[in-house]
């Protein structure tokens, strides 16, 4: 199993200089699954919702890109958004986090949700 990096910087010689051996070994260790890269204005605030949601940085991680993962096998990295590419409310970007824990999590995100909605169940 190898590492597949789809960002321009992101090749696996890329990882290995910035990380080190921990980029293979980490690559080894996880099952195939796709990674996403969510761009965010605030990588501190980003981090910190994320935390909330059960996930943590990763060792190692530069200061400029974050790397976050959950006791789940559950990934995300964030990268710092170019100025201006993302405009409140019109934010082309967008996870889903499938999870069994909906009512805790929306307990714990009660009242923050955008527009007023509450959490719903989704196919």
């Known amino acids: 199993?190898?590492?597949l990096a789809m960002s321009p910087g992101?090749?696996?010689?890329?990882?290995?200089r910035r990380y080190g051996d921990?980029?293979?070994?980490?690559?080894?260790s996880f099952p195939h699954a796709p990674v996403?890269?969510?761009p965010c204005s605030d990588l501190d605030a980003s981090g910190a919702f994320?935390?909330?949601l059960g996930f943590a940085r990763a060792p190692g991680a530069p200061e400029d890109y974050r790397i976050l993962a959950d006791e789940r096998g559950g990934e995300i990295h964030l990268a710092q958004a170019l100025e201006g590419r993302l405009v409140p409310g019109r934010n082309p970007f967008g996870l889903y986090l499938r999870t069994t824990d909906v009512d805790t999590l929306a307990a714990c995100f009660a009242g923050?949700?955008?527009?007023?909605?509450?959490p719903e169940d989704k196919p």
């Open 1 to 3: 199993m190898g590492l």
């Open 10 to 16: 992101f090749t696996r010689k890329n990882l290995l």
């Open 22 to 28: 921990t980029a293979s070994e980490a690559a080894m």
């Open 50 to 52: 994320y935390n909330r």
């Open 112 to 118: 923050e949700t955008v527009g007023g909605r509450q």
């Open 36 to 38: 996403a890269i969510a």
